[in-house]
């Protein structure tokens, strides 16, 4: 059975850093283009991060670019996400997501860890 | 980016009904579109992809249709559990995406 299981949110002050993971089984995670996906409470779903099996490629969504950072260790099934320089906009659940082989839709979802940025 | 405009927001309707969903794109997205189910308090659940495959395991009421710009997910026959909100997804500038604001289903 496929699972992914998300951790590390929590409360944080502005300009504060938090790092997310995602802790995967039951599929091999080495040959998944992996994605984090948030959304705000009581929003729509807002794309946010890509990372390719091999991390060899890597995007950002515009509003997250140049404070936040994918990483992913096969070795560890294990994704991440390092988020610094965080704004009250960034508050939201954020999901870890699977691809169907590098295909563009996300066929498996975490459970979701919430991210609260406030003083 | 490539815009994705859902319409209508918000849908009431019965159980049996049927029901249409549209999703329109900035641009066109050939058939690189995904649509979602969420219920509250849930992660989404995918439902079609290439605008028009079913997922394994959807139920047959759910189909999808068009291409480039506009496309519909239909539910033939509402029934209780597929009250939630639906998103559209386009894939077309792989690997960036972009979802739909949703459409939130509600029982009338």
């Known amino acids: 059975e496929v699972q992914l299981v998300e951790s590390g949110g929590g409360l944080v002050q502005p300009g504060g850093s938090l790092r997310l993971s995602c802790a995967a089984s039951g599929f091999t995670f080495s040959s998944y283009s992996m994605n984090w996906v948030r959304q705000a409470p009581g929003k729509g779903l807002e794309w946010v991060s890509y990372i390719s099996s091999s991390s060899s490629t890597i995007y950002y969504a515009d509003s997250v670019k140049g404070r936040f950072t994918i990483s992913r260790d096969n070795a560890k099934n294990s994704l991440y996400l390092q988020m610094n320089s965080l704004r009250a906009e960034d508050t939201a659940v954020y999901y870890c997501?699977?691809?169907?082989?590098?295909?563009?839709?996300?066929?498996?979802w975490g459970q979701g860890t919430l991210v609260t940025v406030s003083s | 980016a490539i815009r994705m405009t859902q319409s209508p927001s918000s849908l009431s309707a019965s159980t049996g009904d049927r029901v249409t969903i549209t999703c329109r794109a900035s641009q066109g997205i050939s058939s690189y579109l995904a649509w979602y189910q969420q219920k509250p308090g849930k992660a989404p659940k995918l439902l079609i992809y290439a605008a028009s495959t079913l997922q394994s395991g959807v139920p047959s009421r759910f189909s999808g249709s068009g291409s480039g710009t506009d496309f519909t997910l239909t539910i033939s026959c509402l029934q209780s559990e597929d009250f939630a909100t639906y998103y559209c997804?386009?894939?077309?500038?792989?690997?960036?995406?972009?979802f739909g604001q949703g459409t939130k289903l509600e029982i009338k």
């Open positions: 997804q386009q894939y077309y500038s792989y690997p960036m995406y972009t």
């Open positions: 997501a699977r691809e169907t082989y590098s295909s563009g839709w996300v066929d498996y």
